[in-house]
């Protein structure tokens, strides 16, 4: 595997862009925790440097600086970032310095350090936000998550960084088959190897990847078709964890098969859509303001939305999730579950405006009035239950697409 040695020399544009997800993510979330009035870590298990070379934060000083907002709003709370590392520890701890009194540092390999936090996270009380962005794949071990969930704490939701690319290329050095073909964005950050088919296993939860590799060897299917179905079922394993998961692929060029998938788990659906509809405004608003206001996609990454672009249709999904009437809540946590970030909350309001302007679909809204005794027209399912049905008169529709 390419090991790029001067990784912390510059923030590159994938950087910034997790770094916007997690932040425009942190801010709200650690808003609506507190007032759950339990305390709250935050772990960054790969911490690195904690700023880049070039003097750009990394993500431990972005999360310390967010819990120190929100300790500063919310006097008393009790939040505390986690910060684990073994290469940059040293960097690290003089880079976090001024946040020290509400920050804990671990030095090692999280792999090494796992039981350590454990016991520091046991608390059935303890609100836990874990964020895994590891340079590489071989401490990633699914147990870890399993271990960790087991905890029953008062709340668990994971933000993961996922080579799956890397994966899949180390899973052919391992099982001696033909090599992935390499893209020139496939860096892989990362020195040491998986080493053997039994870590890759633990990394996977299973071996179902050895199947889908083998069957790239022998021409059955393409290396993009291995990394959909190995991602599709290691999302499988995430959801024994949590009730919700989303993935987003990240590529470099729509041809390309992803360079990361970026998953997120949570129990709570509130949790699923405020990342959700995060991610997709801060996608959305980040390639705007990188291109100076040029409404075009930058070069470096593509906005992840291919499956729309693959032919999915807005107006046939719902109306074939409309086969029963649903819960407009319950219907967008279902769309994003199907096309991940491709649209934001205010996208799929403006949507479903829309079909119920041109009647094929009925809109019923608890109360039907508003305090001021007007016809309610909101789509805010926090003031109004809303329920969403099939209209009459594409039931033709209806029957080609269900």
């Known amino acids: 595997m390419k090991v790029t040695e001067n990784f912390f020399s510059s923030k590159r544009t994938w950087s910034k862009l997790k770094d916007e997800i997690l932040l425009s993510y942190l801010h709200p979330y650690l808003t609506k925790i507190t007032h759950t009035r339990r305390p709250i870590k935050i772990a960054d298990c790969f911490a690195g440097k904690g700023r880049f070379d070039d003097g750009e934060p990394g993500s431990p000083i972005l999360i310390a600086s967010a819990i120190k907002k929100a300790r500063e709003r919310f006097p008393g709370s009790n939040i505390q970032g986690v910060f684990i590392e073994k290469k940059y520890y040293k960097q690290l701890e003089k880079n976090i310095a001024p946040y020290s009194h509400f920050s804990k540092l671990l030095e090692g390999n999280y792999e090494d350090r796992v039981q350590n936090f454990i016991h520091l996270i046991d608390n059935p009380y303890l609100n836990l936000f874990l964020y895994v962005d590891p340079y590489g794949i071989k401490h990633l071990s699914f147990k870890h998550f399993k271990d960790i969930s087991a905890l029953n704490l008062k709340s668990f939701e994971l933000l993961l960084n996922f080579n799956t690319f890397g994966f899949l290329r180390e899973g052919c050095r391992v099982l001696s088959l033909k090599d992935f073909e390499c893209y020139e964005d496939s860096e892989v950050y990362e020195d040491e190897q998986a080493e053997n088919i039994e870590r890759m296993n633990a990394i996977a939860h299973g071996d179902y990847w050895q199947t889908m590799l083998q069957q790239y060897n022998d021409d059955q299917i393409s290396m993009s078709d291995a990394e959909k179905k190995f991602s599709a079922r290691y999302v499988e394993k ?56 040029q409404k075009v996609l930058f070069d470096e990454l593509d906005f992840p939305d291919y499956i729309v672009s693959e ?35 205010a996208d799929l309001r403006k949507h479903c405006k829309k079909m119920e302007e041109n009647k094929s679909i ?41």
Do not use: C
């Open 238 to 293: 995430l959801k024994t964890i949590f009730n919700y998961v989303i993935n987003i692929p990240i590529k470099h060029k729509r041809a390309n098969i992803p360079k990361y998938r970026l998953i997120f788990g949570t129990n709570f659906d509130d949790g699923l859509l405020l990342m959700a509809d995060k991610m997709s405004r801060t996608w959305k608003d980040f390639v705007i303001q990188d291109r100076g206001g």
């Open 311 to 345: 032919g999915s249709n807005l107006d046939e999904v719902i109306w074939k999730l409309l086969s029963e009437p649903q819960n407009l809540k319950e219907l967008f946590i279902k769309l994003f579950e199907i096309f991940g970030i491709a649209y934001s909350q």
């Open 362 to 402: 009925i809109v019923q809204r608890i109360p039907d009035r508003t305090p001021t005794g007007r016809k309610a027209i909101s789509y805010d399912y926090e003031k109004y239950n809303i329920i969403l049905k099939r209209g009459k008169y594409v039931d033709k529709i209806f029957n080609r697409v269900d």
